[in-house]
């Protein structure tokens, strides 16, 4: 059973589209992300959320906004897609408890996204 | 928010010797740190971690230190293999539980 797992895995799209990328986690964990990972390979976090807070990155435009349903699931919404947007975006999930040995954030296996 | 700073960005390696990535955070009050290791066109997978109260740890060939006054961690590999090629990222999680990245290491290991 896949922990993270978003979707698509690949998604080429023309310039002022909107697009969305599915994630959900069947961890049961409290909190969700997504980052961005560009051509230099930096990770960047874009959001955090659980179900009682969202927090966002002040640098995110505000074409993007994450959606979630349940706790199980963030979904990412883009707007209006730029060139700038292509990069490998990753979904991600964490236990917030510090008392649980597992508190690392695990990540989906990321998206690829092309804008053209 | 956090800042996280990794060093170096590129590390090459011969088969056998050891590899070290520093890095340091600016939010003294972040309390886990996690390093990552990112293999080409996959996701990054956890390869160990440190709380705050703990100085270092270590599992098999690699070690973690921590020294928070600094504030600043580090990675050690030994007796490295060509197989730990691949980009290692260090990153600090904040009270807020976010997860705060470094810019990332390319480790080449030289057969």
């Known amino acids: 059973d896949t922990a993270v797992s978003q979707t698509p895995k690949y998604l080429v799209t023309q310039m002022g589209n909107d697009k969305s990328i599915k994630c959900e986690q069947n961890l049961g964990h409290d909190t969700m992300y997504w980052y961005k990972q560009d051509s230099k390979k930096f990770l960047k976090i874009m959001f955090s959320?659980?179900?009682?807070?969202?927090?966002i990155n002040e640098t995110v435009p505000n074409r993007f906004s994450p959606k979630s349903p349940d706790k199980a699931h963030l979904n990412l919404h883009i707007n209006s897609l730029e060139l700038g947007d292509s990069a490998v975006y990753f979904c991600?999930?964490?236990?917030?408890?510090?008392?649980?040995?597992?508190?690392?954030?695990?990540f989906g296996q990321g998206t690829r996204l092309t804008v053209v | 928010g956090e800042n996280v700073e990794q060093h170096p960005s590129t590390l090459s390696v011969q088969e056998g010797d050891s590899a070290v990535i520093k890095c340091t955070y600016s939010d003294s009050a972040s309390n886990y740190f996690p390093w990552y290791k990112q293999e080409l066109g996959k996701r990054p997978q956890l390869i160990i971690d440190i709380r705050s109260n703990v100085g270092e740890k270590k599992d098999q060939r690699i070690a973690v230190t921590l020294n928070k006054t600094a504030k600043h961690f580090s990675l050690h590999i030994t007796e490295t293999q060509p197989e730990d090629s691949a980009v290692y990222f260090c990153a600090a999680r904040n009270t807020g539980n976010q997860f705060y990245f470094g810019t990332g290491t390319s480790l080449t290991v030289i057969p």
């Open positions: 991600a999930s964490s236990q917030q408890s510090f008392a649980d040995r597992n508190t690392e954030a695990f």
């Open positions: 959320y659980n179900n009682k807070e969202l927090i």
